[in-house]
């Protein structure tokens, strides 16, 4: 993918953003009630953003990527899209079965595509 | 602060809104000035951060109740560079080299980092001349009113989603939004059929590639070609009902009112000013061409690897455009403007397609693929590209109509 991704030890914890088309995607209310200090939600509207009104600020971690994950893959297995993106970059052609470990490479700040 | 930490991550800036511009004190007066007519509770009532990012880009947040508008200067800018290369008639290669710069920025931001860095690249090295470097003092102060009024549109226009999530009575309309499909129904009864969609995009194109021609100097095939395919796509793109789209996009009603709301609120503010009511809505079409432009770079950097879907963006923008067309008739009458509007409104619409619209839409695609069609294969330097993207127009921070 790209240089961005690829993060020095000792660096603070990785920061996404995660784009939801349509409704509120299954079990974040869930994901909200266990892991509701790494993750806020952003409401977003406007000329670009209307596609993807709701979004999450998230602090990955070990723990939040798993269940995560599962919330993108069912997402994007109900032909949703998902837009996730980091330093500004969009992650482009995440699969639902590869969601885990793409957010898992971010996480690590190994290169998603590598 | 999460809006800090939002834009980190969301947008080619580091913490975009840290620090503000010498000039953001200007949007924060007319911010006030929005709040104010549109009956805010000062407990309650949204923040501005002013903004400069790459993707010059205005969006309403609401994070944990709070509600929070973020205007990117740099779409400001961008405006002011779209309307000077329309209205001082600037030579096409200048209006490509913009493109191709915005055009790096969004690929950037897609993580295709060759193609950003061939874009970037060729942007800075792109043959231009005749620059127009003489521009009249009524053709600047046309301008920057333009560009104004432009601003503080799209400023209003994010105020009333504030003041819609907020249940203000100042932008409760239901009798404009129980209009909506009426609205959308009546437009697709206008809607030119698939031929006639094809021969005013093949009128576009002829008039591109004259312009591109006589920039050059000598026809080119491959130019033509290359226009035929990207008609097929935009008529394929354009064929889309309003009223589909709209059942589609649930939404884009809200964006709708917005920007009916929004443009009653520049009429006032510029009205009183002393400014002709048909100029200001020219003027607010001209950003609606603008951002079409604008919407049309993100759509080509998204799709040029393959052709893709038609980009909601652009299906939103035409529905919003072709809606609020329909409802300035209406106020046309109100204001006793007898079609003087309507006319200007087929002006500045002429004037952008061949001076920006057109170029954007037809030959910087045709520019981009044939760049990345000889660079095939070529590996780039990426280490620097999301820098330099990064740095892009830090310089002109200061003002937005710096350009």
Redesign the interface.
């Given at each position: 993918m790209c240089d961005c991704f690829v993060v020095e030890a000792g660096a603070k914890p990785r920061e996404i953003v995660i784009g939801f088309e349509g409704e509120e995607p299954d079990g974040l209310a869930e994901l909200l009630a266990e892991h509701g200090d790494r993750i806020t939600i952003v409401e977003a509207k406007g000329f670009e953003a209307f596609d993807f009104t709701t979004q999450l600020l998230v602090v990955l971690g070990p723990p939040v990527v798993i269940q995560l994950g599962g919330l993108i893959k069912a997402h994007l297995e109900s032909n949703r899209h998902v837009r996730i993106k980091a330093d500004g970059v969009e992650i482009t052609g995440v699969s639902p079965d590869k969601a885990v470990e793409v957010l898992e490479k971010i996480r690590s700040g190994t290169d998603p595509d590598a | 602060m999460?809006v800090h930490?939002?834009l980190?991550?969301?947008?080619?800036?580091e913490d975009p809104a840290a620090a503000p511009s010498p000039i953001s004190e200007n949007y924060q007066r007319t911010f006030a000035e929005l709040k104010k007519l549109l009956a805010f509770d000062a407990a309650d009532s949204p923040e501005l951060f002013v903004a400069y990012t790459?993707?010059a880009?205005?969006?309403?947040?609401?994070?944990?109740g709070d509600c929070s508008i973020v205007y990117d200067q740099h779409l400001g800018q961008s405006f002011n560079r779209l309307n000077d290369f329309a209205l001082a008639d600037w030579p096409q290669p200048y209006v490509i080299q913009w493109g191709l710069k915005h055009l790096a920025v969004a690929l950037?931001?897609?993580?295709d980092?060759d193609a950003a860095s061939a874009a970037l690249m060729c942007s800075q090295v792109w043959p231009v001349k005749d620059r127009p470097t003489v521009r009249s003092k009524e053709i600047f102060s046309v301008r920057m009113i333009v560009t104004a009024i432009q601003e503080h549109f799209?400023l209003a226009h994010?105020c009333v989603?504030a003041a819609i999530e907020r249940g203000l009575p100042t932008a409760d309309r239901p009798d404009f939004v129980a209009d909506i499909d009426a609205v959308a129904a009546f437009l697709d009864e206008q809607k030119p059929n698939p031929d006639e969609a094809e021969r005013q995009m093949i009128q576009g194109e002829i008039r591109a590639v004259q312009a591109m021609s006589g920039a050059q100097g000598t026809p080119d095939p491959e130019l033509e070609e290359r226009l035929r395919d990207a008609r097929a796509q935009e008529t394929r793109d354009g064929g889309r009902a309003a009223g589909e789209i709209l059942a589609d996009?649930l939404?884009?009603r809200?964006?709708l009112l917005c920007d009916q709301i929004a443009s009653e609120l520049v009429l006032a503010r510029f009205g009183a000013m002393g400014l002709d009511f048909a100029a200001i809505l020219t003027s607010i079409l001209h950003a609606f061409h603008n951002?079409t432009s604008l919407?049309v770079i993100?759509s080509l950097a998204r799709g040029w690897r393959e052709d893709g879907p038609p980009s909601?963006?652009l299906q939103?923008l035409t529905v919003r455009k072709g809606v609020w067309r329909t409802n300035m008739r209406e106020m046309e009458e109100v204001l006793g403007l007898n079609q003087k509007a309507h006319s200007k409104f087929v002006e500045i619409t002429k004037l952008h397609a061949r001076t920006v619209g057109d170029p954007i839409l037809f030959i910087l695609p045709f520019e981009f693929h044939r760049i990345m069609e000889k660079l095939d294969g070529e590996s780039f330097e990426?280490?620097g590209v999301?820098e330099a993207i990064r740095a892009l127009g830090t310089a002109s921070r200061s003002g937005s109509t710096e350009g």
């Open positions: - | 999460e930490r939002y980190s991550q969301s947008r080619l800036a790459p993707e880009r205005v969006e309403t947040l609401e994070i944990g950037a931001g897609c993580g980092s799209v994010e989603h996009k939404n884009l809200e964006e951002l919407s993100r909601p963006e939103a990426r280490a999301y």
